[in-house]
């Protein structure tokens, strides 16, 4: 908007009319006072100021305009009789754009140096807005950037307090921080400890990690500068992401040494109990089993003796697991594989269970007359573990199904099924790991949580899968699927 000051109407009139032809928006004042109200209330592009006025004149509205820090940089063209000495009109005026026009105005002089001054006008506002939302930018980054400190600060102290080794890396992988502890270990803040010579070298195996962008797990060997030994360390890195972006890394190295010895001590024992116990476990069955033959049916020994051998019976198995759990830990639980007819080992199986549990009605159902290529003992195994399970867990309904059949895509299913306690499903997924066991239920039913371990184990060994569908106090269905070679179509109920 442009203000017209001038005392004459006529003037105003026809600067006026010139402007809105040209579609310049205008304002008019009277005289300086006016004008000086107006310029205080509202923002104007370019003042077009009348030099001699009643009151106040034309420069000192310009000297009272050049006072205000809202209004100094408003252009000003004054309107000057012809004669009127230049030096007066530079007077009391030293900010902001200014020109002057001589009377009689001559409209296309007005109008080019309006258009001047207007251009400049809308440039410097373009050019304010610009600084205006750079400086608000600058501020916000500054603002970014003091809060990312605060917490790179707050993440550092927390680092330092960690007994670990602990450190930051930046999302390219470069290492941007070190705690303490690093320092006992690594040659320098940049460089990954050294690992033992038959560990993977740590700066590759970060260079792949950086690459795939997914959290880092190992156990790698490391030793203090101080010392000769290496020890077993777990090395967890995590991105830590904006968005969909990685900002950095942070990783800890925690030392398990001890629990890896006492894992190792563990299963040691475990090994060398399982083995001293199996030896005179063996003579005290064939001794039993010899007794048992050499009394004959109305002698009331006999019930002792073959209560004894049941019991025997039990002992040798948990020692049997113990001594596959032990083989399992140090990778020597080997599979004699080969072609076998499974319909015959299934009946065996079940034959056994019937007659040891006779109170269980065991229903077979479906067929798989194959020839499966495996283990036989160890695919038995699983079956009558899968059984025996069924009739422990089910101490009230006793009626077991069995299902086995060859599915479409050429693998041998088979399931137990049974009707007993069942299990919850936050359970289900961790009942084949070792040693677990469902602790609502521990204490009524006795075992040492690794039957379902080995199962899992010998499956895998036969590249096959494995599972439970199972719902509390309605039962559970566990099964596994193994490749065979035969096919026959089978679905399973
Ligand atoms: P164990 O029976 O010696 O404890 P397993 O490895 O065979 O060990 O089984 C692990 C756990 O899974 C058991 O302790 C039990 O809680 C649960 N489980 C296994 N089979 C069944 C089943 N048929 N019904 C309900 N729970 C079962």
Known sequence: MILIVDDKPENIFSLKTILELHSFPTDTALS???????????????????????????????????????????PIIFLSAANTDKKFITKGYSSG???????????????????TFYRLYEQNRELNRIQAS????????????????????????ILESLPQIAFTTRADGKIEFVNQQWLKYAPSKTEFPPTHSDDPNLARQWEKTV?????LEMEVRIRRNDAEEYRFHLLRVIPIREGEMISKWVGTFTDIEDQKQAVRKKDEFISIASHELKTP??????????????????????????RTLVQVKKLDDLIVDLLDLSKIESGKLKFNKKLFKFDAMLSNAIEMIRQTYP???????????????GDEMRIEQVVINYLTNAVKYSPDIKEIHIDTGVQEDGRLF????????????????????KFYRVEETANRFQGLGIGLYICAEIIRRHEGEFGVESEPGKGSAFYFMVPVTQAHSYQPQ
């Open 32 to 74: 300086g006072e006016e004008a000086l109200k107006k310029i205080l209330r509202q923002s104007y592009a370019l003042i077009i100021l009348d030099v001699q006025m009643p009151g106040m004149d034309g420069f000192e509205v310009a000297e009272a305009i050049s006072g205000y820090s809202k209004a100094r940089d408003i």
């Open 97 to 115: 754009g200014m020109d002057y026009i001589t009377k009689p105005i001559d409209p296309d002089i007005l109008l080019l140096k309006v258009k």
């Open 134 to 157: 750079l400086r608000s930018e600058i501020e916000f980054r500054k603002k970014v950037e003091g809060e990312l400190q605060e917490r790179a600060g707050e993440l550092h102290s």
């Open 211 to 215: 690459a795939t962008g997914s959290a």
């Open 281 to 306: 476990l063996t003579t005290i069955k064939a001794y039993v089993q010899l007794l048992d033959r050499s009394i004959d049916e109305p002698d009331p020994t006999k019930l002792y003796v073959e």
């Open 359 to 373: 109170d269980y009605k065991i229903v077979q159902r479906g067929e798989a007359d194959i020839e499966l290529y």
């Open 414 to 433: 088979v399931q137990v099924r049974d009707f007993g306690i069942g299990i919850r499903k936050d359970h289900q997924s961790n009942i084949f790991s």
